[in-house]
Structures are given as structure tokens and as C-alpha cells.
């Protein structure tokens, strides 16, 4: 059967929606289900803060708004809802499990003591997971198999081959409980289920990577509004997960509030002019280009782009210092083991972003930089500009979850109850009401967080002066 599916990007300053139109009885190239995008849609948010919801009337009009549109615009009501959000509180473990072959009673030995590995066997691994990676005030949202070991040998598919022991490596990715039961219960609110949860940074792998990606060690980035996202892969598969609660409208927060410029304007000028330096030629008429801005109380100032330049890549290069020290706490020498870094989300479309990140890792890391566009048009150097909104590195993560979903399609596992589908939502016998779990997101989310809020906003402001006295 074929179906409509939806996908929605919950962010804090933008949901970002999908229609795809799934062919059941057509594969392609590579033995995936074939369809189309039926239509793309980016719409400002309202409700959503790092990834909670705060005010829940206004996430719900802007929510219901969104799927509105994009009911009406594909004429065509979505059979199934998936969700992406990124929220600080995302978590990951590695995971170790193993099954000796021939004490299940699944597969009879041969005469050697050897047993073919079944889709059963995988099943039986993947309850292993979910019992070794449980934890209180969490929810697993992503169980990947990273790869496995048959009697002492590596494989990445063991299915239909023979061993009389198999040890299984993954990767699971949690969320927030709360945040889990308040995006459900956000849905259930406007008469859908979501059918998935999933994280941004991990999902858009599945669009961005192709087979050579799959040799090299890359670290996703997914710079949106308030939080920035990030997966790091090896071998294909994602070794390190988490979010930061940092994002761009810090950064225009900041700069607003320095120059008394109201926020919108800031946000227009990171849109349109983004990294900025001034050119270096042998020439003494080589000056700043410059651009004037309306304050809040009317009137006029001059600002060099070398200075909205200089605030971006200062802002950048805290994040991506945080990320690579997360990297270096797990064990990662990032010098010898980053072969590039993939730009998706919101931040990917600032002009320049690229360029930015490139100097500031110069003469530090040896990695290339590019920004996550649909397979056939993420290259290095120069990007192809296109107008197809769903193509950029902002759409990535839903391109990347509709490639996923008809993967699962594909093999069956989307719809099988009790299948070995690592990925699907698991009813909670004990789930908590979620009229009375919206209420206690809020309250954690303005406890919790706030302090931390306030020490990153200052943190910037703190550069700012600096750069101010500097001068």
C-alpha cells in the first residue's frame, strides 16, 4: 500500500514540514521504496524554547497552522506523523551486548556447533539493548547497530551467516522523558499520533552520506535557533550524540542588546550578510564595506560588515569548541580523528558559513567542511546556489528521515508489532498523564536552565565589551 507521510522539524524559531509520497510497490537503485516530496514548508514557531514547550496554546496554534498548510497545499491527508526536535537533555551510550548461538532455542547447531544468524537473533540483541540502556527519566528514541563480531570476526550485516557466538555494538540516542510525553501529547492535542520521535543531527545522515562518507570519520552539525545539534560517525555509524543549548539567536540576542538594535534587524543582517571580512588586496582603498541600520528609538547608525563578521565567528568558534571538547571527553583524538565536519539546520544557510568555520579550524584541524545538501549537490568548494527551499542544509534532517522511514518500508519493519525494528515507539504501560507532564516541563525547563541561559547570554555580552574596549 502507498502512503502519505508527514515529517516535522519542531524548532524554536522555525517548524520546518514535509508531505513525501511513498510508492510501496517501486524500488529504486538502491533497493529503496521510490517517491516524492509532494510539498515543503518553513514557518516561524511559537511555544518552543531549547526544545520544550512553554507555552503550549501558542506551540499548538503555530503547530496546528503548519499542518494545515501542509494538508492543503499537498490536498492529501498523511497517513503517518514523524517528528525531529533537538532538545539539550538528548543523551547517548554505547552498548555491548552478545548471545551465544547455540544456547538459543531458535536455530538447531550443524555438527560444527554453528548457527545462521536469523532477524531473530538481532531481535533477541536488541531487547539486550533495551534492558541494558534503560534509564529512569529518559526514553530511547534511536537503538543503532553500530556493527557486530561472529566468533571473532567483524561484519556490519550478519543475517544468513554462520557463528556460534555474535556480539553487538550500538549506539542509542535518549530523550527527556518529559520532552518525549509533551511532543506526543503537543500532537495527540490536534488528533494526531506521531508514529516517531527522532534526533535531527543522527536522521540526517541519511541524506548527506554516500558510500565514501561511510570510510570517514564526520562529525554532523545541526547549528538551529536556540540549540545546536551533533552526531559524530565512524564507520558509518554514530559514536557520539548530543545537543547544546546554545544557538543563533544567543549570539542576535547579544548583538541586539550591545547596540540597541532591535532583534529582528540583527537576525535580517546574519540572513543577509553573514561572514563578512574585509578584502585583502595591495590596495590602500581597500575599506570595510559598511551598512546602516535603523536603532530602536528611529534613528540611524553605521555598522561594518567586518563587525557583524567578527561577532559570528567569535559566537562559532565558542560552540564548536564546546562540541570538539565533548569529542576529545569521549576519547577522540580530533586532530588525527575528524575528516570533515557537515553543516545542516538553520545555521547552514548563513552566507559564508563555511568559509567561517574554515578559518577558525586553520592550522588546527586537518578536516574538510561542507554544508549538507541532498546527496547529488553537497560538494566541496564552491556550493551550487539553488531557490528550492528543500534542498538546502536546513531541510537535511527531514530529507534524511524520509530515506530512513523507506529503508524500514522496505524490509518490513515499519508496521510489524514485535518486529526487529530498532526504531520504533514503545508504548509506556506507566505513561504519565500529559496535561500534568506539560505543567512540570515548564517549571523544570524555567529552573533547570535559566541560570545557564544567563551565564552563555553574559558570556557574550562579556565578548563584546571586550571587543568595545579593545578598539
Known amino acids: 500500500m502507498s502512503d502519505y507521510i508527514g515529517i516535522l522539524d519542531i524548532g524554536s524559531g522555525f517548524f520546518k514540514g514535509a508531505v513525501f509520497y511513498i510508492d510501496e510497490h517501486i524500488y529504486d537503485e538502491n533497493s529503496e521504496l521510490a517517491g516524492e516530496f509532494i510539498t515543503q514548508i518553513k514557518k516561524p514557531s511559537k511555544g518552543i524554547e531549547r526544545g520544550n514547550i512553554v507555552r503550549t ?16 497545499s499537498s490536498n492529501s491527508d498523511f497517513k503517518e506523523l514523524y517528528a525531529l526536535i533537538t532538545h539539550p537533555k538528548t543523551k547517548f551510550t554505547n552498548v555491548k551486548v552478545e548471545l551465544d548461538l547455540k544456547e538459543q532455542e531458535l536455530s538447531a547447531p550443524d555438527e560444527e556447533g554453528l ?115 551533533f552526531s559524530y560517525f565512524t564507520e558509518g555509524s554514530p559514536q557520539i550524540s548530543g545537543a547544546l543549548d546554545i544557538g543563533l539567536r544567543d549570539i542576535a540576542e547579544a548583538f541586539a542588546l550591545s547596540y ?75 586532530i588525527n580523528e575528524l575528516d570533515e565536519i557537515v553543516l545542516v539546520g ?51 534532517p527531514i530529507r534524511g528521515a524520509v530515506n530512513l522511514i523507506k529503508q524500514l518500508k522496505a524490509k518490513g519493519l515499519i508496521n510489524v508489532n514485535g518486529s526487529s525494528n530498532p526504531f520504533a515507539l514503545q508504548p509506556d504501560k506507566n505513561e504519565q498523564n500529559f496535561e500534568e507532564a506539560d505543567t512540570m516541563i515548564i517549571s523544570s525547563f524555567e529552573e533547570q536552565t535559566e541560570g545557564k541561559k544567563r551565564n552563555i547570554f553574559s558570556r557574550i555580552v562579556r565578548f563584546f565589551k571586550n571587543l568595545f574596549s579593545e578598539e
Open 346 to 396: 538553520g545555521g547552514s544557510n548563513i552566507p559564508n558559513i563555511k568559509d567561517l568555520i574554515e578559518e577558525v579550524l586553520q592550522g588546527d584541524l586537518n578536516c574538510k567542511i561542507r554544508i549538507g545538501k541532498k546527496r547529488d549537490l553537497s560538494f566541496y568548494g564552491q556550493e551550487e546556489s539553488t531557490d528550492e527551499l528543500y534542498l538546502s542544509g536546513d531541510f537535511a
Open 57 to 72: 496554546s501558542a506551540a499548538k496554534n503555530a503547530l496546528r497552522e503548519v499542518l494545515k498548510l501542509l494538508t492543503d
Open 260 to 334: 540597541n538594535i532591535p532583534l529582528k534587524t540583527v537576525q535580517r543582517l546574519f540572513e543577509e550578510v553573514g561572514y563578512y571580512k574585509r578584502p585583502t588586496f595591495n590596495s590602500n582603498e581597500s575599506k570595510d564595506e559598511v551598512i546602516e541600520v535603523e536603532l530602536e528609538d528611529g534613528e540611524m547608525v553605521t555598522l561594518s560588515k567586518t563587525e557583524i563578521g567578527t561577532v559570528l565567528r567569535e559566537a562559532i568558534s565558542q560552540i564548536l569548541i564546546d562540541i570538539l571538547n565533548r569529542l576529545s571527553e569521549e576519547g577522540v583524538d580530533i
Open 115 to 229: 548457527v545462521q544468524v536469523e532477524e531473530k537473533h538481532l531481535q533477541l540483541l536488541k531487547d539486550l539493548v533495551k534492558n541494558q540502556a534503560t534509564e529512569a527519566g529518559y526514553e530511547i528514541i534511536h537503538i543503532i547497530p553500530r556493527y557486530f563480531i561472529l566468533d571473532g570476526e567483524k561484519n556490519y550485516e550478519p543475517v544468513g551467516l554462520h557463528a556460534a557466538k555474535i556480539e553487538g555494538y550500538y549506539h542509542v540516542i535518549k530523550l527527556k522523558k518529559q520532552v518525549f510525553l509533551n511532543i506526543k501529547n503537543l500532537f495527540r492535542a490536534l488528533g494526531y499520533e506521531p508514529k516517531r520521535i527522532m534526533f535531527p543531527a543522527f536522521v540526517a545522515s541519511y541524506d548527506i552520506f554516500n558510500e565514501e562518507d561511510i570510510k570517514k570519520r564526520v562529525l554532523i552539525l545541526d547549528l538551529g535557533h536556540t540549540t545546536t545539534g
